[in-house]
């Protein structure tokens, strides 16, 4: 095995990125307090080509020296807005025709693996604070809680974490829903 070059891994320039087609996922930060989190979760948006990220409430907001320092440039090509408060970004998700699932444990919560996406409806995807979790008000204008199953002794993951488990098991079974609706096209 040999390691790929930068060159070989064919990354997008930020003028590529930002024309490219995104997928239509939006994560949602629910008062987020860790810089290096809101960093991460750029650098994971920026990955798996995501439509966006809405910052809301205390979040910390770009440009700062530490979220720059963990998103190694994500937050030059993910597009990002901010919101005074969650509810007011889940209103304005639920207006353009999002679906809004919270990552949280609750009762009838819907364990990732087992979370049927519609691959053609635009999702948001609110993750909560370090502590605290998502807000109960947010929750309750939700389509839905997502949870990611956990085995051990702890049941809470780091913010960033989660994101990228959660945030990969959707696109990835986009991708698979794309490729098997192109396979099924092609053989008509």
């Known amino acids: 095995m040999r390691k ?7 990354r997008k320039s930020v003028s590529e990125f930002r024309g490219s087609d995104k997928i239509p996922i939006i994560v949602v930060l629910d008062n987020i307090r860790s810089m290096h989190n809101v960093g991460s979760v ?6 798996f080509l995501l439509q966006g990220i809405y910052l809301c409430g205390y979040t910390p907001q770009p440009p700062h020296r530490d979220i720059h320092k963990t998103a190694l440039g994500a937050t030059e090509t993910v ?9 007011e970004a889940v209103q304005s998700l639920r207006e353009a ?7 949280e444990q609750v009762e009838h919560s819907v364990s990732l693996q087992a979370f049927d996406q519609e691959s053609d409806v635009p999702l948001a995807i609110v993750f909560g604070n370090e502590v605290a979790g998502v807000e ?6 939700c389509d839905g809680c997502i949870e990611i199953p956990q085995l051990g002794m702890k049941h ?6 989660a994101a990228g488990i959660v945030l990969w098991e959707l696109v990835r079974t986009r991708i698979e829903a794309h490729k098997t609706a192109q396979a099924a096209a092609g053989a008509n």
């Open 156 to 161: 809470s993951l780091n913010i960033s974490v």
């Open 97 to 103: 025709g999002y679906r809004i699932w919270a990552i």
């Open 136 to 141: 109960a008000e947010v929750i309750k204008a």
């Open 79 to 87: 597009t990002w807005q901010y919101f005074a408060t969650t509810i």
């Open 4 to 10: 790929l070059s930068m060159d070989e891994l064919n």
């Open 42 to 47: 750029f650098r994971t948006a920026d990955a």
